[in-house]
Structure formats: C-alpha cells, structure tokens
C-alpha cells in the first residue's frame, strides 16, 4: 500500500498516517488508532482504531451513514428489489435502503414493507416493475391517514416514483413525483 503524509506542526511520529490500497490490502491491514486507508477498489474509507483489521468503513458504520462526497450527499440505495407476492404486511419485502428500485413487480398490489418510521426518515420507492406495487408500513406504524398495519391505500403505479417521509416515530406520509 501507498503511505501519504499529512502536514502538522507536531513531531513526525505523531503526524497521522493515510494509507491506499486494494481492498485486500485494506483488509488485510491493522493500522493504529486513527490511521485512514483509502480502498482504491471499492472507493471508500476506513478509520483504523489499532485492533481491528481493516478498519472501521466510514461509508457504512451507523455513526457515519450519509457520507459526504464532493458537495454531495451520497444516500444508501437497492437497486434490484423484488416485491413480495403473498400481499400481506408479513409477506411483503422489506426496504432496508433511502431509495429502493422495485425491478420486479409482477402481479398487482406485490408488496414491500417501509422500514420503522422515525423521526427525519425519508425513503423513496421507485416502480420500475409490470405492475403496480402495494406499501405496507412496518409492523405498528401508519401511513398517511391509514390505521396502524394498514397498507397504502394507493398503490404505486407502474413507472411511478413515491417519497415517504416521516415527521415522527409510528407515522409514514407519501407524496408522488411528478413525471
């Protein structure tokens, strides 16, 4: 792996250390507390605390999920989703990212499930299937002025695009994009 000095004032030893490499020279490596390595493959960063190899990867660790790169705001995102076909909240598949491409939606009202609303939270569902797509909440939560568990009571047309934004915990409100 390459090693890039930073510039400081303190002694050299002291000085923080970044590193590049392959992601299996990333994973292979233990760096000490503080020290960043850049995977050139996956085009990522990792934090070193000095004991674990690899490091921890700033793009995913729950204390860093909306990393910041070049200006923007780089949001978690699926891109092949298959909606589940048993039309129930159960049955139907669970969104687990920010923006969700259903690739395969073929029957009417094949479902997917919202994550658990909290407050700030936004998810977008985008129907790219051959039909259109029920949305159930997850279990205890509502949607728009649906009851607790029920689904949408709109489905998401075909070619449709569907944010769902949620102001607090327990509640899910929806708006369509304009075409």
């Known amino acids: 792996m390459a090693t890039y000095s930073v510039e400081s ?11 590049a490499g392959t992601t299996a ?6 760096g000490p507390d503080g020290e960043l390595t850049y995977d050139e493959t996956l085009k990522s960063l990792q934090r070193h605390d000095g004991s674990t190899a690899g490091g921890i990867d700033l793009n995913t660790d729950a204390t860093h999920t909306r990393p910041i790169i070049s200006g923007l ?23 687990t990212t920010e923006i969700n491409n259903l690739t395969v939606v073929a029957n009417s009202a094949d479902a997917v499930r919202l994550p658990v609303a909290v407050a700030g939270a936004q998810v977008t569902v985008i129907n790219n299937g051959i039909a259109a797509a029920s949305v159930w909440p997850a279990t205890g939560d509502a949607i728009n002025s649906g009851a607790a568990n029920a689904m949408d009571v709109t489905t998401l047309a075909i070619k449709k ?16 994009l304009p075409a």
């Open 161 to 176: 695009v569907r944010v769902f934004t949620s102001p607090a915990a327990l509640k899910w409100y929806s708006f369509d």
């Open 9 to 19: 004032n303190k002694n050299p030893k002291d000085m923080p250390k970044a590193r």
């Open 73 to 95: 705001t780089v949001h978690s995102v699926t891109d092949t989703i298959t909606a589940g076909t048993t039309i129930s909240q159960a049955g139907a598949t669970a969104l």
């Open 25 to 30: 020279q990333v994973a292979a490596h233990t």
